[in-house]
Structures are given as structure tokens and as C-alpha cells.
């Protein structure tokens, strides 16, 4: 699949992998689209864009907001300017166990990684069936789709359903040619786990720092997801995993018992900063203290 020349929209562009995404393509020949809710943050995307005589855009956009894409996406299309290439990224992280994640955090992420892919599936899909060329949908899921890790519990329920949606959608638009394909990220060092917004109430200082010293040192630039998405797109792949410990994740999903992967999983969360054996009880008052305070109520 040729990109350049290629019209291309990318969600959740202002960092991390979506902001090198979007410059991946732009450098790769395409004219992109970069939307955001983070106005600062798509402004120093377009002063890199514009310093590096990128074709790329940016334009701020609440992909939760359905009547703000598909105003939009009309406005595109009276420019001519629908795309080609749609990268759904915009996503957001929690970290707090299954039992202690509050209603409203679990709608938010719901909303946000899972609404916000369907919402640009469904905005542009009906017009890429219909066009005549290449196009691609990419849906960006997590490597622990493959792997999910304690503390990550609704974040990973999220993947899990966008890596579900891709497989379903990709079975529904085989005969137009579209390209639709599902991206796993390892441990990718990008602002997702240092946003305050995303710890829930039993991760300590401890583990929220022993977490970004092990994204920080382990994990890999962002930038080696956004090219390995364009490599992809050009290749027509169904799934990418990316980053480290991606491919082991999914190496682990299709060859191990699932009691030894879970072993094995528990040990590597232990090791990274994910959980804490000692933290148990701590977990526990959390959720006896939230089930408490919804009977008194």
C-alpha cells in the first residue's frame, strides 16, 4: 500500500505514539490530520511539523464527542479532504485494581478507548468502503490485550475490546479492500504513566515511581511505534506488536497454559512495580472502604 500523497487522520496526536504516528506518515508522503483535546500539545506537533516542512495539521477534537467529529468529518469532506489513512489512538490509562476502580472511571476509559475507536471507525468507514484506492483503519490496542497486568484491569478490559471491535470489523470489510489492523504496544516510555488522573487510591509513591523508572529505562521511544505503523499500513499487516515485551505477551497468549502464563505474568508485575504482594490488604480496606460508603448511602 502506497502512502504517500495519501490523506491520513490521527487521534490522541499532541504525544507519545500518536504525535510520532502522525509524523511517521507526514514524513512517509502523506497529508495529515492531527486531532487532540490538547491544544498546547498539537501546537508544538504543527511548530515540528512546520520546522521540518511537514504536510501535517492540527486540528483539536474530543473523540468522545460524536457530534464534534462528525462536524468534522463534513467539513473535510466539503474540502475534499476525507481520509485515506484513520489511526484511532486517542486512549487513556488507570491504574487501580478491578475492585477499587470507581463507575465513573471505568465509563471514562470506556468512553474514551473504546467509544472514541468506534466513533472514527464509523464516522469514516462508510466513505472508505466506497472510494476507490487503498485506505486503512488502524485501531491502537496494548500489548496486554495479550497480557493483561494487575493494576490494569479496566485499561486492559478497553484493549481487549478494541483488539475484539478490529477483528470484527476487519471480517465485515474484507470484500472492500479496506486494510484494518489492530497495534500492540509494549512498554513504550510516553506521558501514560505519569498522568496524576490515572492512579488510583492503593498506588503508592513507591510503585507510581517504580513504574516510570521502568518505563524510562526499559521501554522504547514512541517513535519506533509511529514507524513500525507506517511499515505496517505499507505491508497491509492484521496486527502489530510492537515495543518490548510485546511479542513475548503475545507469544505467551498462543503457547502457554494459561495458569503458567499467569505465573509467570504475576512475577513480571511484582518485578516491574504493577503489584506488590505486601499491598493486599491495602487493596482490600480500599474497596471495603468504597462498599461501605455505597451501603450508607
Request: glycine content about 8%.
Amino acid at each position: 500500500m502506497q502512502i504517500a500523497n495519501k490523506r491520513a487522520f490521527v487521534t490522541g496526536a499532541a504525544s507519545g505514539i500518536g504525535k510520532e504516528t502522525a509524523l511517521a506518515l507526514a514524513r512517509a508522503g502523506a497529508d495529515v490530520l492531527a486531532t487532540d483535546v490538547d491544544a498546547d500539545g498539537l501546537a508544538g506537533l504543527q511548530a515540528q511539523a512546520d520546522r521540518d516542512a511537514l504536510r501535517l495539521r492540527a486540528a483539536r477534537l474530543d473523540v468522545t464527542d460524536r457530534a464534534a467529529y462528525e462536524a468534522l468529518a463534513a467539513e473535510l469532506k466539503a474540502q475534499d479532504r476525507l481520509p485515506h489513512i484513520v489511526v484511532n489512538n486517542a486512549g487513556v490509562a488507570h491504574l487501580a485494581t478491578v475492585l477499587e476502580t470507581a463507575p465513573e472511571i471505568w465509563e471514562r476509559l470506556l468512553r474514551i478507548n473504546v467509544m472514541g475507536v468506534v466513533n472514527g471507525c464509523q464516522v469514516f468507514g462508510p466513505w472508505m468502503a466506497r472510494v476507490l484506492g487503498q485506505c486503512s483503519i488502524v485501531n491502537i490496542s496494548s500489548g496486554v490485550s495479550a497480557a493483561p497486568m494487575p493494576n490494569l484491569g479496566a485499561y486492559a478490559a478497553t484493549k481487549c475490546a478494541v483488539e475484539g471491535l478490529t477483528e470484527a470489523l476487519a471480517l465485515e470489510l474484507a470484500q472492500t479492500g479496506i486494510h484494518v489492523m489492530s497495534v500492540h504496544p509494549g512498554v513504550i516510555n510516553t506521558p501514560i504513566v505519569h498522568d496524576a488522573r490515572g492512579i488510583g487510591p492503593s498506588m503508592t509513591a513507591e510503585h507510581v515511581a517504580a513504574l516510570q523508572k521502568h518505563y524510562a529505562e526499559n521501554g522504547c521511544h514512541p517513535r519506533v511505534v509511529g514507524e513500525a505503523i507506517v511499515a505496517a499500513i505499507g505491508q497491509r499487516r492484521a496486527k502489530l506488536f510492537v515495543g518490548p515485551a510485546a511479542k513475548l505477551a503475545a507469544f505467551a497468549r498462543r503457547f502457554l497454559p494459561n495458569g503458567m502464563k499467569r505465573r509467570l505474568t504475576l512475577a513480571n508485575a511484582v518485578k516491574i512495580g504493577f503489584w506488590r504482594p505486601d499491598a493486599n490488604a491495602v487493596r482490600s480496606d480500599h474497596a471495603g472502604a468504597r462498599l461501605a460508603d455505597a451501603r450508607s448511602a
